[in-house]
């Protein structure tokens, strides 16, 4: 979903919401790992493959899917030197060769191949089977030993394995001895660290590390130099995420290192204090997060692997009281970020048994939370009755408040309006005497949604914009975004188009910042009615298409309310522009990147069109990240197979890379890659 920019934030289920945007495609899907998930991946594999014929599938797992149609292809590893006797250009070029001397030279500082070591290193690239990942681990030794020594040192290991018979040692058993051996090579407090690291399921960063892995022998003092060492030998990848430095082990060193963590029998320990760390941590967040929504959520983005790892490992335990106090903590990641996901942690804890009375109320609140912005009253309304009943309970009147507003809305999706008024009536007085910010902005969200449903226009203009200020004030940002959301929607049917633009363009540039895509389709939409009706037909129609776009990658319904917003809207331009003409817009509007739309509904300029170099000079952001690595290695002049070993993809990959490139910089030649590399600095 992460891959292909696809949100699970509203009603579609993950997989239909794959499929549909599947279904139409061309392209190359690659799934990796499957070993780990076998079952599901044929699954998903087998749904991919009849619902979008125009999807080809890759999948790497140690064993086949056994699904139809499937195609069993071994990979092999880097190809081998034939020999010692092969010319020395010809070896350079050769690919395990090629990838051993340049991490040779990237640890000693300086590493050539020459007729003096083309011997040993022949030898060992071929002992090594041309894997990568062994190979640069015994490149790293060039640091402190010569290609002689690594050679020797690896074929006393290979022989007590083979008893001197080179085909009994499988590859997977030349790498597990391969790392072992760097292993080995380890003082203590590394192999303390690099075993401890495994708990990590994604990303970490040196903050995390502290307070889950050090410890007497691992001093938090010495964190930073360990983790330093093991970057150093290949043994942890960094990687640089929105300025952070992160960290992360690659899948097979994370097995090795697991093995290493059971038999030190450290395992329970280090999953407990990763378990408390995170939940410690959400915890904390709870009060500010949602003040500081934009921040926090970066970090969830970054941290959401190893949350869900802990989760997984309470439901595991049936910890109860402990996941849904993590579950609950992080509320609004599943509400901007991953809804369906959310719900189900919810309902699987919930078998578990309960929490303590106010982390039940959360529980239920959540789930039913979740369940309105899925518009699913039928699952919504028995949550949030629990929670009514819980807060009740606990004589809890902030909690009953937000419990009251909710159940409102709920009713209103349901159609039951009597109960809808009657619990707003009864929110309205139970917050009446409360100086409490987000049970005052839960009532007056009740209010303009229920002033929406009952045409009482009025109503929704006083409780938006009183949300507006209180939001405002305190930089609550998701209320904000949704108060001018409704201030928009009733400018918009009042006719003040002026007002309307203005609320619906700052609330876009929040659904921007905190990445609310459901929010984003909404506005685009909005705006869309806005330009239909201030005489604009070929951007309405262009608006509506990309709204109708970012709608289905993120899974959500049309909001009733903007129906019959849009079909107003719709006619205004059909009848400015004729029925095909408008058809052509709403289609080039769909064929837009999300950020193209983003920019065209808030009039900033499109970026840089791909015609001079000059005009794009230091735009790297221009490339994804691996484009850009492909680019500068086309500036350096290596050819798409030596750019595949350096990079350890595909040749083919490559090649997609730099058509992609050359598309988007709207160049015909390698040439014009490598100045405009040149022109856009370091």
Sequence with gaps: MLALDLRDQAATEPLALLLAYLQDKQLLLVVDNCEHLLAAAAQLVAEVVKAAPGVHVIATSREPLSVDGEHVIPVPPLELPSGQAEPLGRLRQNEAVLLFTERAAAAAGRFELTDANRAAVVELCRRLDGLPLAIEL?????????????????????????????????????????IEWSHELLNAGERALLRRLCVFAGRFTLDDVEPVCTSHDVLAAQSLDLLSSLVDKSLVIKEDVRGVACYRLHETMREFARLKLREAGEEEMVEDRANEYYRGRCQQSVGQSRYRLDEWLDWMDLEIDNIRAVLGRYLARCDALSGIDLATSVGWYWITRATTEGVRWLDDLAVCGPGHPQAQFWAYFLRGFLAVLKADATAGRPAIERAVATARALAEPVLLSQALSMASIAANLAGDRPSAMHLLEEAAI??????????????????????????????????????????????????????LLNSGGAALITGDLDQAKQFYTEAL????????????????????????????ARLAGQLIGAAETVRTQAGASL????????????????????????AAEVNAGKGLSR???????????????????????????????????????????????????RLFISER??????????????????????????????
């Excluded at 290979?158 to 499988?170: I, K, M, Q, V």
């Design 509 to 536: 540039k929040i659904a921007q910042r905190i990445d609310d895509r459901v929010a984003q389709y909404a506005l685009l939409d909005g705006l869309g009615c806005v330009a239909a009706g201030s005489g604009q």
């Design 595 to 645: 950020d193209e739309a983003l920019r065209l509904a808030l009039g900033e300029p499109a970026r840089a069109p791909a015609s001079a170099i000059d005009s794009r000079v230091g735009d790297m952001a221009l490339l994804g990240r691996r484009e850009a690595d492909v680019a500068r290695l086309v500036a350096e002049g290596l050819s798409n197979k030596q750019i595949g070993a």
């Design 138 to 178: 015994a490149a790293v030794r060039t640091r402190v030993l010569s290609v002689e020594q690594i050679r020797d040192r690896l074929h006393d290991r290979f022989s007590l394995l083979t008893a001197g018979g080179r085909a009994a040692l499988p590859r997977h058993q030349t790498l597990r001895t391969t």
């Design 653 to 682: 990959t490559v090649d997609s890379h730099v058509r992609s490139i050359l598309n988007k910089l709207g160049f015909n030649s390698r040439a014009q890659i490598a100045g405009w590399v040149a022109s856009s600095g370091p």
């Design 430 to 483: 139970v917050t009446g005497p409360l100086d409490d910010l987000p049970a005052r902005i839960s009532v007056l969200q009740a209010r303009a949604l229920n002033g929406f449903f009952e045409g009482d226009i009025e109503a929704v203009k006083v409780a938006a914009s009183e949300g507006v200020r209180l939001s405002r004030d305190v930089g609550d940002l998701y209320s904000l975004e949704m108060m």
């Design 559 to 582: 909001i009733p309310i903007l129906a019959p917003l849009l079909a107003r809207a719709e006619a205004s331009a059909i009848s400015a522009l004729g029925a095909s003409k408008f």
